[in-house]
């Protein structure tokens, strides 16, 4: 039988809005901000190899445009196999709506 005892540094509750990649929603934030179209938020999405058709690519930069993305802080890596990463949740020194700390013990740097 095996046994393991987990030690809790930091548990935190994120909201589903909260829950993207930093990356590509700064970028699609910034895009919004500086007056992209549909063509250039497609082509961001295609170079971030987003899993989805040109039909649906051009569905979702319209809505894009629409109504920006909620700035994600999570680390979203698609390299053979989806991963999450997150350190940079753990190292907010702020305050962020939808990011609860219940349990915080991580020292920053």
């Not at 039909?55 to 890596?77: D, F, H, M, R, W």
């Not at 020194?93 to 939808?98: A, C, F, I, K, L």
Request: aromatic share 8%; charged share 25%; with cysteine.
């Amino acid at each position: 039988m095996i046994f393991c005892r987990l030690h809790k540094r930091a548990f935190f509750i994120i909201s589903k809005e909260r829950t993207a990649d930093y990356t590509t929603t700064y970028r699609l934030r910034e895009m919004v901000k500086d007056n992209a179209n549909i063509e250039d938020i497609v082509a961001y999405l295609n170079d971030k190899n987003i899993p989805a058709d040109e039909i649906t690519l051009n569905q979702l930069a319209k809505q894009i445009l629409e109504t920006p993305p909620v700035q994600g802080y999570l680390t979203i890596s698609n390299a053979l196999q989806w991963r999450l990463q997150y350190q940079r949740v753990v190292m907010l020194d702020t305050s962020v709506q939808g990011i609860c700390k219940i349990i915080d013990k991580v020292p920053k740097q």
